[in-house]
């Protein structure tokens, strides 16, 4: 596609669902990011990912929270037994080289949580 | 871990040229330095990335001093369209991992 795309949009669950999110990198980005972003503040570096290695994932909050890209391109964000501190937009980034070459990273428009 | 320090936020006028000014005193010999815009409901949108000296693109400026330790972004005179959070970021590379770390941003305004 022509640029990050993020499902769903918008998701709103019970406290206590598991939820995933879905990220479609731009064909042919080698890196992928996921970050979290509350309202009023930058967004929170999560994780990220060479090809469909997992190279970082000391900014996961707790290990509610998971990542995966297996092939190296689509990656899902698995929150598990969600919490009302959950709720915020959570971005995926992709960039073309590795992370660390200080590539520039192309955003998605997020998929906002809301746990009631 | 390399921190950047920016205005909250900060007014112009159209046609002004706005300068955003960002310290990052531990930046480390490897890291570049990256800004990015953001309007509400977007992710953010690459601008502009240099090492050193001065960069310059058909959007922006970035000026940056030898010791590097701060940056300076200028923006030719702006438009309302430029009103958005403008965020400050160098990458921080440890041991086994990559981070790219955002600040708070500076949240411009433009006034007619």
């Known amino acids: 596609g022509a640029g990050v795309s993020q499902s769903p949009r918008y998701k709103v669950t019970k406290r206590g669902q598991d939820v995933a999110l879905r990220c479609d990198p731009i064909s042919g980005h080698v890196s992928l990011y996921w970050y979290r972003q509350a309202l009023g503040q930058g967004p929170e570096f999560l994780t990220y990912?060479?090809?469909?290695?997992?190279?970082?994932k000391s900014g996961l909050p707790n290990d509610r929270f998971s990542a995966e890209r297996p092939e190296g391109s689509i990656s899902t964000l698995t929150i598990q037994r969600t919490e009302q501190r959950d709720s915020a937009m959570y971005r995926c980034?992709?960039?073309?080289?590795?992370?660390?070459?200080?590539?520039?990273?192309?955003f998605g428009d997020g998929t906002r949580l809301s746990i009631l | 871990l390399a921190k950047t320090t920016q205005p909250i936020s900060m007014d112009s006028y159209e046609g002004q040229e706005v300068n955003i000014t960002c310290s990052h005193n531990n930046i480390a010999t490897n890291d570049y330095i990256t800004w990015y815009q953001q309007f509400p409901s977007q992710g953010p949108r690459f601008i502009i990335q240099g090492y050193k000296t001065k960069v310059t693109n058909e959007v922006a400026s970035l000026f940056i001093p030898a010791d590097r330790k701060s940056s300076t972004l200028s923006l030719p005179r702006v438009s309302l369209s430029d009103t958005a959070v403008y965020y400050c970021?160098?990458?921080?590379?440890?041991?086994?991992?990559?981070?790219?770390?955002f600040g708070a941003g500076t949240r411009l305004f433009v006034k007619a």
């Open positions: 990912f060479n090809y469909e290695a997992q190279q970082d």
């Open positions: 970021l160098v990458g921080d590379i440890n041991t086994g991992g990559f981070k790219t770390i």
């Open positions: 980034a992709s960039s073309l080289g590795l992370a660390g070459d200080n590539q520039p990273q192309h």
